[in-house]
């Protein structure tokens, strides 16, 4: 299996020359758009589409038009997952079963040269947006520098779009082919690209369209006014929103569907419809989605949204619905009465769930306790894992871990995934008082050392009860080797902007990437001032900016975050897993985060009408994500 993962990442780094076959020259459309064809509102479909549309081999058969695909989601901020099914579709996008081997999308063909300091986009020529305006170089030129080199829309440049602290830079070869090229090769830039289009964060946007809100082409007191109309202050503001999928039912796109009923304050569902200019046809020369609409309800909680599968109100979904082993069993009962199939796919996360202690804590006394290494060894020990495992997870886990790279990865190493794992209080006691945690108050728990009662908070978001579960049962663990301890359920907006100030005493969150943790070093290294870096937020935010903002973090993780800067410069494997094994023996010593136990796969719900899913050896929760889905080749038999 390693060597399998070896050939991948290397294969990922020099995808040179890849073409996607051309398709027939005749095509077939969806009914609904034949007949806007004879009332004279659309073009023929063949001037719709690419010269070379790209062509899509069914899971199953060739599908059917019409059918409308219902899913829900938690909030009004949980456009996540809905996004991840409808919106993946960047100029590159992941192979199926994979977090490391890429391929072209939106890209005709992509071509790696320069030593792998450069990368070459062939744009699909024809290919047009979902109002039928062209798609040209010029759309990547205007993100470039309309949008990522303007300081008010992109204050901070991504780092993956950085090597050796110098930005990309984007030229225009022809009208349709665009080149990127770094100072140094960058060993990850494809998978980057494939990374960030799962969330709709591309690196292009409609420049005919959203011109008109950018002060480079339209009077600057035009958008102080129209900003102003839109209660906003900046113009900013108003191309943010402007260039929002959910929120803007006129901004184009280039995906199978697009919003008809936006996401607006008081929505309770929004409504996509699809897209008569989409680029993928089937084997059969349909132009694809076969899907008409998407409609999306939006619900407050994780039970409504459990219900409205049950009751068969789901087409085809996994988050928010089934998140822990209960959802899984409860799902499992209600399949007949739902009229839907489960598909258990595997999730690529290496833990349940990721425990950092703030170790960048405004209170010094908490601070030094927190970073002293003897403390989360000891938190870590007086965890007992398998009870853990038993009663929360229903015993579906397979074996206590921490967060570090599954043993599939090329990256794996054992300590870093293994260390403090056993359940000791033992020797959480004696480490515990070796760090002058001996003295106790009259209830028995810990004193600090300037007398108070050491008292630790750990915050979660409050719709996962598993991971509410699990820490109350890590509270009584953590009482009994005398530190007092208090679980906060929080919304997770709230939960979230404590993190990112590194208002938190202790916090959880989704593990990082298992398989290709380049990718996701979060909680390995804290590469960025996000929700995720739950232990070390403002040495993320100052690794972020290049040191202008955030903590100086120790020189063991300075010495970490320039392995990871060399990482992405180093194109071999055996080069990057000598790194890689460098930061990992770190964290192997140090434990900065904490995790439980393997995941089992997740439930998928999938109505039996809805076709064309992948079986379980299909796909992979790559990230988190259906990253692999090709959700245009769904359809719903009659």
């Known amino acids: 299996m390693k060597k399998f993962f070896a050939v991948l990442m290397v294969g990922i780094l020099f995808l040179s020359s890849i073409q996607v076959a051309s398709a027939q020259r005749k095509y077939n459309e969806a009914p609904i758009l034949a007949e806007l064809v ?62 490391t081997v890429v391929k072209p999308n939106f890209a005709e063909k992509v071509e790696t040269v320069e030593g792998g300091k450069s990368f070459v986009f062939h ?39 950085i090597i050796d602290d110098k930005p990309v830079v984007v030229r225009k070869i022809d009208d349709f082919t665009v080149k990127f090229t770094f100072t140094k ?92 200019y989409y680029w993928k046809v089937d084997t059969a020369g349909n132009q ?60 690529t996360e290496p833990n349940i769930f990721a425990l950092g202690f703030n170790l960048n804590h405004k209170d010094p006394v908490l601070r030094k306790i927190f970073n002293d290494r003897r403390f989360r060894i000891a938190m870590s020990y007086a965890i007992n894992r398998k009870e853990i495992m038993e009663l929360v997870y229903l015993g579906q886990p397979k074996e206590p871990r921490q967060v570090a790279p599954l043993p599939e990865s090329p990256f794996y190493y054992e300590p870093a995934a293994k260390n403090y794992t056993e359940y000791d209080p033992e020797k959480a006691n004696k480490l515990l008082d070796e760090m002058g945690l001996d003295k106790r108050d009259k209830d028995g728990f810990r004193l600090r050392p300037d007398g108070k009662t050491l008292m630790i908070a750990v915050e979660v978001m409050r719709d996962r009860f598993d991971f509410v579960d699990a820490l109350e049962l890590i509270k009584g663990y953590w009482e009994k080797v005398g530190v007092k301890t208090a679980v906060k359920a929080e919304e997770r907006p709230l939960l979230f902007t404590r993190i990112q100030a590194g208002e938190h005493d202790a916090a959880v969150y989704f593990a990082s990437a298992g398989l290709n943790p380049i990718l996701e070093m979060r909680h390995i290294i804290p590469c960025a001032n996000l929700v995720t870096n739950v232990q070390a937020p403002l040495w993320g935010l100052w690794y972020a900016t290049g040191g202008k903002s955030g903590e100086e973090p120790p020189k063991e993780v300075k010495r970490q975050m320039e392995l990871y800067d060399k990482i992405k410069t180093t194109i071999s494997l055996s080069g990057q897993k000598k790194y890689m094994e460098e930061i990992l023996k770190v964290n192997a010593q140090n434990l900065y985060v904490i995790g439980i136990c393997d995941r089992a796969p997740v439930p998928w719900i999938v109505k039996n009408n809805f076709r064309n899913v992948p079986d379980e050896k299909g796909w992979i929760l790559a990230f988190g994500q259906p990253a692999s889905l090709v959700s245009a080749q769904f359809f719903i038999e009659k």
Do not use: C
């Open 123 to 161: 744009l699909r020529k024809g290919a047009k947006w979902s109002d039928g305006a062209p798609f040209t170089a010029d759309d990547v030129m205007f993100w470039y520098e309309d949008i990522l080199l303007n300081k008010d829309l992109t204050p901070t440049i991504p780092r993956w779009l």
């Open 185 to 276: 090769p960058h060993a990850t830039f494809l998978v980057n690209l494939a990374y960030n289009s799962i969330w709709n964060e591309v690196v292009f946007a409609p420049k005919h369209y959203l011109k008109q809100f950018h002060p480079r082409y339209t009077d600057p007191k035009k958008l102080e006014e129209l900003a102003k109309k839109e209660g906003l202050n900046y113009w900013y503001q108003l191309f943010q929103n402007m260039n929002n999928v959910w929120q803007n039912p006129d901004r184009p796109v280039i995906y199978g569907w697009k919003v008809v009923s936006p996401l607006r304050g008081g929505s309770t569902q929004v409504t996509f419809e699809r897209n008569p």
């Open 38 to 99: 004879k009332q004279g509102k659309l073009p023929p479909v063949r001037e719709r589409l690419p010269l070379r549309p790209m062509v899509v081999t069914p899971v199953e058969r060739i599908g059917i038009y019409g059918g409308t695909w219902r899913m829900v989601m938690l909030g009004p901020t949980g456009t996540g997952h809905p996004s991840a099914l409808m919106f993946n579709d960047g100029l590159v996008k992941f192979a199926p079963n994979s977090e």
């Open 288 to 347: 694809l989605p076969y899907i008409d609409r998407v409609v999306v309800t939006i619900v407050t909680e994780q039970e409504v949204a459990r219900l409205k599968a049950l009751s068969g109100e789901v087409d085809m979904q996994g988050f928010p619905i089934a998140q822990a082993p209960q959802d899984h069993v409860i799902l499992m009962e209600g399949r007949e009465k739902g009229g839907y199939r489960i598909i258990p796919v595997r999730i």
